[in-house]
């Protein structure tokens, strides 16, 4: 057995690149006691639900802002990976519920990244500064990034107005996926429908993660990481009483979450820094940024790539009979 593998079978809640891991506010468990896989799903939903609304209303205090929008965005990833799962037929009644509530946290979610992307850019210059060793370098690159990616914007993304006011529509779509929550739960839950959405989204994971690493297409790999995700949140309310390749999948699924999250943000900030480049362009400091910046990319994308091959490895068919052991024995 894999040394990996030993990982995976020991331990499914441990988290690697705290900035970009799948971590739902919520875990409902143990699973199998009594309970059925529909009751386990909807009670994650309602819990993930409530974290958003209570997050959110924290975003009121300024000084609590950054954190309340990434608890916000962590629990709207699992309302929509969860209300996707319980949606029922699209003949029932309520499916229009399920939909709605999928409609209302993406759009809230859509309000909050800005505000979430300039923190993500502030935590990658902060990564990069300590990735040197001097004490003044590191403040140095500190400083000349800040000044020149944060601070020059200053007066749109830290305007309060501006600010408030994207958390106010965010916190009525919030609302409004709440009502539709309430009435999506009228519906029965088919466990062989979300048995497929499963199955489903694990072959499309696999298939848009080969294409994009044989063609290094970007695109098609935030589309592997989103659809990672989805597995991640969907499988995270069962626990760990769950089968070692159930397990598995998840695990793998966070690490790839993870490791592509990072790629990315390293890439941004890359885009980013052209506007460094034409400011300071030719000057030492710039050069040495530049290194780090080429250093970490590298040593991201070893890690995404590990990652990916993981998850690759993961056995389809397998994977098809443990998931119906989970969801419909």
Not at 30 to 35: M, Y
Not at 165 to 182: D, I, K, N, Y
Not at 217 to 234: E, M, N
């Amino acid at each position: 057995m894999r040394e990996e593998d030993r990982t995976d079978m020991k331990s499914t809640t441990h988290v690697v690149e705290p900035a970009h891991a799948v971590e739902p506010a919520h875990v409902v468990e143990p699973a199998h006691a009594g309970r059925l896989p529909g009751e386990i799903l909807r009670a994650a939903l309602r819990a993930a639900g409530n974290d958003a609304l209570v997050a959110i209303s924290r975003a009121e205090d300024a000084t609590r802002r950054r954190e309340a929008v990434r608890a916000t965005r962590r629990a709207l990833k699992d309302v929509r990976a969860l209300s996707a799962l319980c949606r029922p037929d699209g003949r029932h009644v309520h499916a229009s519920s399920a939909d709605g509530a999928i409609e209302f946290a993406a759009k809230a979610n859509q309000l909050l990244g800005p505000l979430r992307d300039r923190d993500a850019l502030v935590r990658s210059i902060q990564r990069l500064a300590d990735r040197f060793a001097d004490g003044e370098p590191r403040r140095v690159v500190r400083t000349v990034l800040l000044a020149t990616l944060i601070f020059a914007e200053s007066d749109r993304a830290e305007d309060d107005v501006w600010a408030q006011g994207s958390l106010t529509r965010a916190h009525r779509a919030l609302r409004s996926m709440r009502e539709a929550m309430r009435n999506a739960e009228e519906a029965p839950f088919v466990a062989r429908q979300a048995l497929d959405r499963l199955l489903e989204t694990h072959r499309h994971a696999a298939a848009t993660l080969r294409d994009a690493l044989a063609a290094n297409d970007l695109v098609r790999l935030h589309d592997s990481r989103k659809l990672a995700s989805f597995l991640a949140l969907a499988l995270q309310p069962f626990g760990d009483t769950v089968p070692s390749e159930v397990a598995r999948l998840r695990t793998r699924s966070k690490r790839l979450v993870s490791a592509l999250g990072e790629d990315r943000d390293w890439a941004l900030l890359d885009v980013e820094m052209a506007r460094v480049r034409s400011q300071l362009g030719g000057s030492a400091l710039v050069a040495s940024i530049d290194d780090a910046l080429r250093l970490a990319r590298l040593e991201a994308s070893a890690r995404m790539e590990d990652a990916a091959r993981a998850f690759l490895r993961l056995r389809r068919r397998r994977i098809e009979r443990v998931l119906e052991e989970l969801l419909l024995d």
